[in-house]
């Protein structure tokens, strides 16, 4: 069967883009959904059931639909959780909201565009030309579509250690995807934990572990040592604030505005707020060197002040730091080994450079996801190799233009094929949170039922 369009993948931003094509297209069209997550849409941050797993963005802008700011807001007071406007929902709760929105898409068989789900993997891209795509899937079936909607998003990052750092013995302590809950409950009232990355990974799985009934002691390690900063209570929130950008581009000149900015008693998390509405046309202005010093010097710092944890998770988190509960380390990891008293976690220090060790019990990489890269997906590769598609200059995603179109290896777009999410942070930048990816998928899906009017 040929579709009029093939969304590829199972994350956020697959469930936006198919919710904004079942709103555009007519009932003689048809949709495949390929991917093999059973928990279409929510991925691995919608899916989680613990209720100490928060947004980290206020619920009155986590509505899938952007002309309709108030939706999830509205869906919480139907649903009877006592969540405001300005208020952090659980991530358990905005997955039920996306399965609910599709659902009831999904039912109004008569007007609704045909929609399969096929639950497979696109391993690779056998045939693209004007008139379609055709994808060989690893149940041994092909699938062809006029346009294909690449959302791949991204995976867990790997330990970071060369392959001869980790002992084989100590294998067993290393939990190299957290968000596979099940380890929990292998973990002991009073082991000592070494969680690798200080990032909202963590505090996610410091919150965890304490539901868990863990209270023994945690050493969080990180390259910067870096927490992530929190949202004030809705009472205390600043204003937006319009930053100072001025005619240079150079990082160090608008960093230094910035600071200027907040010296001069502009609040430092309006002044972030006020960037996020320019912060894709500024990224845009950058040139490649630009970006890479940004990515070298300034992005750990990003995202400790862009990405924070809402104010009732901070309340949380902070009394375990202050109370020695947690420790955090900034040092670079050198080797995992077995040892009398469990895993024995070596690193240096990253102000004097000594050598430092602790034994942990367990070892848990919360260093975040991945780059967006080709490297992770078998698919990706491959199309790479037949120049069906070009990894971005920073090598952060696709190259894409601005409509999300993404371009072989002579910069030109390819026909009906987009991408839409994290793949495309090398043109975007700002691509990962919801109330960004949900105006990209709008604009792909619109342009896609442009195409299949015309």
């Known amino acids: 069967m040929l579709y009029d369009v093939a969304v590829v993948g199972s994350g956020f931003s697959a469930i936006a883009v198919t919710i904004n094509l079942l709103r555009l297209l007519p009932a003689p069209t048809s949709i495949a959904i390929v991917g093999d997550d059973p928990g279409f849409g929510r991925g691995t941050a919608y899916r989680t059931e613990f209720y100490v797993h928060r947004l980290n963005v206020p619920a009155g802008r986590m509505s899938v639909f952007p002309e309709r700011p108030d939706d999830f807001v509205e869906w919480l007071q139907e649903h009877m959780r006592q969540v405001s406007a300005d208020g952090f929902a659980s991530r358990g709760d905005y997955g039920l909201y996306l399965r ?124 910067r040592g870096l927490l992530p900063q929190a949202h004030p209570p809705a009472d205390r929130r600043a204003a937006a604030v319009e930053p100072e950008l001025g005619r240079s581009r150079e990082i160090s000149v608008l960093l230094a505005r910035f600071r200027k900015q907040v010296r001069d008693g502009a609040d430092w998390r309006g002044l972030m707020d006020g960037l996020r509405p320019v912060t894709q046309k500024l990224w845009q202005e950058l040139t490649k060197e630009q970006r890479a010093r940004f990515l070298r010097h300034g992005l750990a710092w990003w995202n400790v002040h862009r990405h924070r944890i809402a104010p009732e998770i901070s309340s949380r988190f902070e009394p375990l730091k202050r ?44 260093t975040g996801m991945e780059r967006a890269g080709v490297a992770h997906s078998p698919l990706l590769r491959k199309m790479q190799r037949q120049g069906l598609i070009s990894p971005d200059e920073l090598g952060l995603g696709l190259s894409v233009d601005q409509g999300s179109r993404v371009l072989d290896q002579q910069k030109e777009p390819q026909p009906g094929l987009y991408a839409v999410g994290a793949l495309t942070a090398g043109q975007f930048w700002e691509i990962t949170a919801v109330p960004d990816i949900r105006v990209q998928a709008q604009r792909a899906a619109s342009a896609i039922a442009a195409t299949l009017r015309g």
């Open 100 to 223: 609910d929105r599709l659902a009831s898409l999904l039912r109004d068989h008569e007007r609704r565009a045909k929609v399969d789900f096929v639950k497979a993997k696109a391993t690779d891209c056998i045939h693209c030309s004007e008139a379609g795509l055709v994808f060989h899937l690893d149940n041994g079936a092909e699938l062809s579509a006029r346009n294909v909607v690449l959302c791949l998003g991204i995976g867990n990052a790997d330990l970071p250690l060369a392959s001869g750092k980790v002992d084989a013995a100590a294998e067993s302590r290393i939990v190299r995807n957290p968000w596979r809950l099940s380890w929990l409950s292998r973990v002991g009232p009073s082991d000592t934990i070494c969680i690798l990355g200080s990032g909202l990974t963590m505090v996610d799985q410091v919150l965890a572990l304490r539901v868990h009934g863990h209270r023994g002691r945690i050493r969080v390690l990180s390259r």
């Open 323 to 366: 109370d020695g509960i947690v420790t955090v380390h900034a040092g670079f990891l050198e080797a995992i080994e077995e040892g009398p008293r469990g895993a024995l976690v070596s690193y240096l220090e990253r102000q004097s450079h000594r050598p430092r060790s602790f034994n942990a019990d367990w070892i848990v990489n919360c």
